[in-house]
């Protein structure tokens, strides 16, 4: 891909294409979008784009800019006499556990309107007024993008939210309503990140929920790139964090929103490790998944040790079983298994990278952490205790010491990663003081 554009001053913890990327089209005021911030709206996208040919990037294109043309998947929920939008991301419409989280969360308040987005997509055409929008796009990205595709492919998802948010002002007119603050799942995403700026434009109360383990080596974006005026944060890991990456505004340690309205109880610690767990990330990290259920097969065949491996809800499990064909050593669970079930069945876990680090320790799972190409590991600070790179150091993290001395990692973690003990409480208290009702 080629910019059309001198360099730009990179700024820590963001790559110089990355920083350049965003600066760049941040600088220009896109037709119709309000001033909104294109740069920080297209951040993942860019980032997370996937390689493939000009023909194909732009028939995906096509197709999307087609379905949100004459479709839509939004759906709305009016509770009481709404005054907050709480705003479930299209990006995450396939997470049932993310869903009946953030629901949980919209019970706190009597009065909202929660809109979310569904498998099922519907007749809406929004999108037929909107013809001048995407020629007008495509002309001003011809200045920083000489291919096609490149701007097809980037018109596909500015056009996605700015017909998203059309959506919530047709519906609010149509129902006569006032909404003045959002609660979004995340303000980094694509959705999110258009809501959260139009909302702050309009100087109405703008509040992020955290989504995802944040770190300021590998994810400094969520918290450079988070507009919102309140970020509910997990732990206070997630605040020493946010002030590492350079976060300005306002952030508030509750805890971790899956805990809400939930009873959450801990795991009553091991007396004999014999069963080690591995969660994985999403497909996305295929590869390193691979070798982390490797290295912990390996390790578990050399010391007669089971292994049970979860996967990332939105894993292919066929493909993982294929490469772990022997069910003596590599058992995976099923998919229908909650986190805390899978918890329940082992004595150890062994984590990448994932919200579910946080999630093991605080249900009472000594939990440790595998190291990578991308020392993912090293992003957690003052834990060294937690991280191991191979078999041998894993044998002599866990099978060279007493069960008091893991007992004392895990007492470590906690109050490394810890956070409120009644989280519906303090999830309840927060929303008061911000005027969610």
């Not at 097809?152 to 996605?160: A, D, L």
């Not at 080596?217 to 309140?230: E, R």
């Not at 049970?308 to 493909?319: E, N, S, W």
Request: glycine share 4%; charged share 25%.
């Amino acid at each position: 891909m080629e910019y059309r554009t001198k360099d730009m001053n990179n700024k820590e913890n963001i790559a110089p294409d990355e920083r350049t990327f965003v600066d760049v089209l941040n600088s220009i005021s896109f037709y119709k979008c309000d001033n909104v911030r294109i740069g920080d709206l297209l951040y993942y996208p860019h980032t997370l784009r996937i390689k493939d040919t000009r023909l194909n990037t732009i028939k995906k294109a096509v197709k999307r800019i087609l379905r949100f043309a004459f479709f839509s998947n939004a759906e709305f929920e009016i509770h009481g006499t709404p005054e907050t939008l709480f705003l479930m991301n299209n990006l995450l419409r396939r997470r049932e556990d993310f869903q009946s989280s953030f629901r949980n969360v919209v019970e706190l308040s009597e009065n909202n309107l929660y809109m979310y987005f569904s498998d099922k997509f519907r007749l809406n055409l929004a999108g037929l007024f909107s013809v001048t929008e995407l020629i007008m796009w495509n002309r001003q990205l011809k200045i920083v993008f000489r291919s096609v595709s490149d701007r097809m492919y980037y018109i596909g998802y500015i056009y996605e939210a700015y017909l998203e948010y059309i959506l919530f002002e047709k519906y609010c007119r149509k129902h006569y309503l006032e909404i003045d603050k959002l609660v979004s799942i995340c303000d980094v995403h694509l959705t999110d990140c258009y809501f959260t700026q139009k909302f702050n434009m309009q100087n109405k109360k703008t509040i992020t929920l955290q989504h995802g383990t944040m770190c300021s080596v590998f994810n400094a974006w969520a918290f450079i790139g988070s507009h919102s005026d309140y970020f509910i944060a997990n732990s206070r890991f997630t605040l020493s964090e946010g002030r590492i990456a350079g976060y300005k505004h306002n952030m508030i340690v509750v805890g971790l929103f899956s805990y809400v309205n939930k009873q959450k109880r801990e795991k009553q610690f091991c007396h004999k490790i014999e069963i080690i767990g591995v969660l994985v990330d999403g497909d996305g990290f295929r590869a390193d998944n691979l070798r982390t259920i490797s290295t912990m097969a390996s390790y578990c065949e050399m010391f007669n040790k089971k292994l049970l491996v979860k996967l990332h809800p939105l894993c292919d499990i066929d493909i993982y079983q294929k490469e772990f064909n022997d069910a003596r050593i590599v058992k995976f669970v099923e998919k229908k298994k909650t986190l805390n079930q899978f918890l329940e069945m082992i004595d150890i876990a062994v984590v990448r990278n994932s919200t579910t680090l946080i999630e093991a320790i605080q249900y009472g799972v000594p939990t440790y952490i595998l190291n990578d190409k991308y020392q993912i590991a090293d992003a957690y600070r003052n834990v060294n205790i937690l991280k191991f790179s191979d078999e041998k150091e894993f044998h002599d993290l866990i099978d060279k010491r007493s069960l008091r001395d893991i007992y004392d990692d895990y007492t470590t973690a906690r109050e490394y990663f810890g956070c409120a003990t009644d989280v519906t409480q303090q999830y309840k208290s927060v929303f008061a003081s911000l005027g969610i009702s």
